[in-house]
Nanobody
Framework: QVQLVESGGGLVQPGGSLRLSCAVS????????MGWYRQAPGKQRELVAA???????DYADSVKGRFTISRDNAKNTVYLQMNSLKPEDTAVYYC???????????????WGQGTQVTVSS
């Protein structure tokens, strides 16, 4: 069974930084794209950043220049470094990964349980 476990959320003042981590464990044959999404109260879940298995990245316009996504393929872990945080970044952040558990299986989307990020003075 595949599990995605996130860590690193919390309360931070505007202008501060946080680093989120998401470790994938369980039956893993391959991991394709990995990413971070967020959902604020009353809003739809939105893509924040994504990284391919080859290291190409993509960001939402609202976080470009402030957030950096990276991954450690040896550790099956994806990170999100968040700098210059703003109150509007407050949301539950979810890790996502496209994983093939076995060589004969197509990739499926897996999600973490979510971690709360609150930016407030």
């Amino acid at each position: 069974q595949v599990q995605l476990v996130e860590s690193g959320g919390g309360l931070v003042q505007p202008g501060g930084s946080l680093r989120l981590s998401c470790a994938v464990s369980g039956s893993i044959f391959s991991i394709n794209d990995m990413g971070w999404y967020r959902q604020a109260p009353g809003k739809q879940r939105e893509l924040v950043a994504a990284v391919t298995s080859g290291g190409s990245t993509d960001y939402a316009d609202s976080v470009k220049g402030r957030f950096t996504i990276s991954r450690d393929n040896a550790k099956n872990t994806v990170y999100l470094q968040m700098n210059s945080l703003k109150p509007e970044d407050t949301a539950v952040y979810y890790c996502n990964a496209e994983i093939s558990p076995f060589s004969s299986w197509p990739p499926y989307d897996y999600w973490g349980q979510g971690t709360q990020v609150t930016v407030s003075s």
